[in-house]
């Protein structure tokens, strides 16, 4: 693992705007997330409304590493039984009433990274009561991770309190997909460390004063089995439930934390 990067404050600035920014992107975009909408017209939205503050989509031609090809779309959206990475443009999808759709969207704002997810059902909650049930879970573990993080946080720390969340929610009645959690960010998309979305207290990377992460609970209703598709990108639930994932960026500061991607 390389070195953790510890954030000036000039450049903890430069990521508070951007993540406004963000948040403004994602919930216009959430407004918009409407019965007989395609995921492609939200993808040409999404890079309007970059263009409009003069941000760059961070996905938009982003390579990961062992990607085949670089990413086609400005936002990643997912729905229903796909977990991450959905292409928006390729293959699009007409929403309907009851479809539980993430939209998950990283911002290059003065050349500061920041990422952010959030998780709806098209024409509300009472359309899908076990997806909007799966994305309660999903922010309240996202909270309550965020309410613990101060310097000498450890990644173990986090993963246990999302995971106290979605394990104690009726007996553990969601699902953790092991090998997807958050990262650190900022002059990239993806930097270290790893944040897992489970773990045990006392272990893994101490956080420090400066450091700034994204913080994303994922669930799936059922199993933690997923696929790649062809496409190269899209993870789905291999027997076809639901999939949530809520996201922020967050700086340590030297009393707790910040969220950056808030209006």
Same mark, same amino acid.
């Given at each position: 693992?390389?070195?953790?990067? $510890?954030?000036? %404050? %000039?450049?903890?600035?430069?990521?508070?705007?951007?993540? %406004?920014?963000?948040?403004? #992107? +994602?919930?216009?975009?959430?407004?918009?997330?409407?019965?007989?909408?395609?995921? %492609?017209?939200?993808d040409t939205r999404a890079r309007g409304l970059c263009i409009e503050h003069n941000a760059i989509p961070a996905f938009l031609?982003?390579?990961?590493?062992?990607?085949?090809?670089?990413?086609?779309?400005?936002?990643?959206?997912?729905?229903?039984?796909?977990?991450? &990475?959905? $292409?928006?443009?390729?293959?699009?999808?007409?929403l309907k009433k009851g479809d539980v759709v993430t939209l998950d969207m990283g911002l290059k704002f003065k050349d500061m990274?920041?990422?952010?997810?959030?998780?709806?059902?098209?024409?509300?909650?009472?359309?899908?009561?076990?997806? /909007?049930?799966?994305?309660?879970?999903?922010?309240?573990?996202?909270?309550?991770?965020?309410?613990? +993080?101060?310097?000498?946080?450890? *990644?173990?720390?986090?993963? /246990?309190?999302?995971? @106290?969340?979605?394990?104690?929610?009726?007996?553990?009645?969601?699902?953790?997909? #092991?090998?997807?959690?958050?990262?650190?960010?900022? &002059?990239?998309? &993806?930097? @270290?460390?790893?944040?897992?979305?489970?773990?045990?207290?006392?272990?893994?990377?101490?956080?420090?004063?400066?450091?700034? #992460?994204?913080?994303?609970? #994922?669930?799936?209703?059922?199993?933690?089995?997923?696929? /790649?598709?062809?496409?190269?990108?899209?993870?789905?639930? /291999?027997?076809?439930?639901?999939?949530?994932?809520?996201?922020? *960026?967050?700086?340590?500061t030297k009393d707790g934390c910040e969220i950056v991607t808030i209006g």
């Amino acid at each position: 693992m390389s070195k953790i990067i $510890i954030y000036t %404050k %000039k450049e903890i600035e430069i990521l508070k705007e951007g993540g %406004k920014i963000l948040y403004t #992107i +994602l919930h216009t975009l959430k407004d918009e997330t409407l019965e007989n909408v395609s995921t %492609k017209d939200l993808d040409t939205r999404a890079r309007g409304l970059c263009i409009e503050h003069n941000a760059i989509p961070a996905f938009l031609n982003y390579t990961p590493g062992g990607a085949p090809r670089p990413f086609p779309g400005s936002i990643c959206i997912s729905v229903n039984h796909e977990v991450v &990475h959905g $292409i928006p443009n390729e293959k699009p999808r007409v929403l309907k009433k009851g479809d539980v759709v993430t939209l998950d969207m990283g911002l290059k704002f003065k050349d500061m990274f920041t990422d952010s997810a959030i998780t709806l059902v098209v024409g509300g909650g009472e359309y899908n009561k076990v997806g /909007q049930e799966m994305i309660d879970v999903a922010t309240r573990s996202l909270n309550n991770a965020i309410d613990m +993080l101060k310097p000498g946080v450890r *990644t173990g720390d986090i993963g /246990q309190a999302i995971e @106290d969340v979605v394990r104690g929610n009726k007996g553990g009645k969601f699902k953790i997909p #092991i090998i997807l959690g958050g990262h650190g960010i900022g &002059h990239s998309i &993806h930097e @270290d460390p790893f944040i897992p979305n489970f773990g045990k207290r006392g272990e893994g990377v101490i956080l420090k004063e400066g450091n700034v #992460i994204a913080i994303e609970p #994922i669930l799936t209703e059922k199993s933690t089995a997923m696929n /790649q598709l062809s496409d190269g990108y899209t993870f789905v639930t /291999q027997d076809k439930s639901l999939a949530v994932h809520v996201e922020h *960026t967050i700086v340590v500061t030297k009393d707790g934390c910040e969220i950056v991607t808030i209006g």
